[in-house]
């Protein structure tokens, strides 16, 4: 009789944290789900002409350009594209027996990745 009782606990807690994880038509868990009006693209290209983006920001924007399209390439090649960072530091990786280094730029940070003699670019992305 316990062991009934037990099992009937069990299959209803299941069910229950199955109840938990519905999910709406757009895909998204329940939770995710923005209350947010939805901006179309024309209002958005036009948020980002209202605002006039400054010529140090503009260059920032360049140089994470570039450093993105050196992705999976020597840092050499990015150290010709934007110079040499303002610092760096590094730590052992996640990705292989090598190290992930990050070069610091004023406004910008490259993601790099360096195993033995040899460092590449993995990823760029604008400080906060």
Do not use: H, W
């Amino acid at each position: 009789m316990k062991r009934a009782i037990c099992l009937l606990l069990c299959l209803l807690t299941v069910l229950a944290l199955c109840a938990c994880g519905s999910e709406k038509e757009s895909g998204k868990p329940a939770d995710m789900q923005s209350s947010l009006p939805a901006t179309t693209a024309s209002e958005e290209e036009a948020a980002e002409s209202a605002e006039p983006v400054s010529d140090e920001a503009a260059a920032i924007q360049e140089a994470v350009q570039k450093a993105l399209k050196l992705k999976n390439r020597p840092v050499s090649e990015l150290y010709d594209a934007i110079g040499e960072p303002e610092s760096e530091d590094a730590a052992p990786s996640c990705m292989g027996p090598g190290e992930d280094v990050n070069l610091y730029y004023d406004g910008f940070t490259v993601y790099t990745y360096k195993e033995g003699n040899e460092q590449t670019v993995v990823d760029a992305e604008i400080n906060p």
